[in-house]
T-cell receptor, first 112, second 113 residues
């Protein structure tokens, strides 16, 4: 399993853009990069997934450089409700081996 | 709507008792997983199952048991052998390709009293 490294926590003011980085130096060719969001006492929620370059959806953008050894989740104009833990995961499916390793994630606190 | 249902939401167990946490999905996903989360920590994998009647130990399987008799169901039993069972338990499922992502249930909070 590719290991990921994220900052433990970060604060941001409401209305700002938040960029959360993740390092995954030993990412494999078949691996995808996926980000999840978790609120207290809830299960993680899928945010976005990508393989290379840039992916954008209605919630966030994901930037992946050419070497794929890191990725950046960008949350535009955050609100107080974006306060959550954000997990970066790297992995791929092979028959009999579809398991994800969650680190401690990045606690993002949005300040009024 | 498709999703994963975990029950109960809160569970209290006396020391020495076994308890079973329910997880049901109607997403037609082949793979299902159980994770444990302690306060301020990430998720740790307990057991996972890729197919009916087959399951594999995760990183912290000691003191837990599972069954997968139906595709839709993956119950977790916390046995008396689990020395520190108080935690938040999450069930998840996924399709047969990683890029489908995981869908999580809303969790069960187990407390030993």
């Amino acid at each position: 399993l590719a290991k990921t490294t994220q900052p433990i926590s970060m604060d941001s003011y409401e209305g700002q853009e938040v960029n959360i980085t993740c390092s995954h130096n030993n990412i494999a060719t078949n691996d995808y990069i996926t980000w999840y969001q978790q609120f207290p006492s809830q299960g993680p929620r899928f945010i976005i997934q990508g393989y290379k370059t840039k992916v954008t959806n209605e919630v966030a953008s994901l930037f992946i450089p050419a070497d794929r050894k890191s990725s950046t989740l960008s949350l535009p104009r955050v609100s107080l409700s974006d306060t959550a833990v954000y997990y970066c995961l790297v992995g791929a499916y092979f028959y009999g081996n579809n398991r994800l390793a969650f680190g401690k994630g990045n606690q993002v606190v949005v300040i009024p | 709507d498709g999703g994963i249902t975990q029950s109960p939401k809160y569970l209290f167990r006396k020391e020495g008792q076994n308890v079973t946490l329910s997880c049901e999905q109607n997403l037609n996903h082949d793979a299902m997983y159980w994770y444990r989360q302690d306060p301020g920590q990430g998720l740790r994998l307990i057991y996972y199952s890729q197919i009916v009647n087959d399951f594999q130990k995760g990183d912290i399987a000691e003191g837990y048991s599972v069954s997968r008799e139906k595709k839709e169901s993956f119950p977790l039993t916390v046995t008396s052998a689990q020395k520190n069972p108080t935690a938040f338990y999450l069930c998840a499922s996924s399709g047969t390709a990683f890029y489908y992502g995981y869908t999580f249930g809303s969790g069960t909070r187990l407390t030993v009293v």
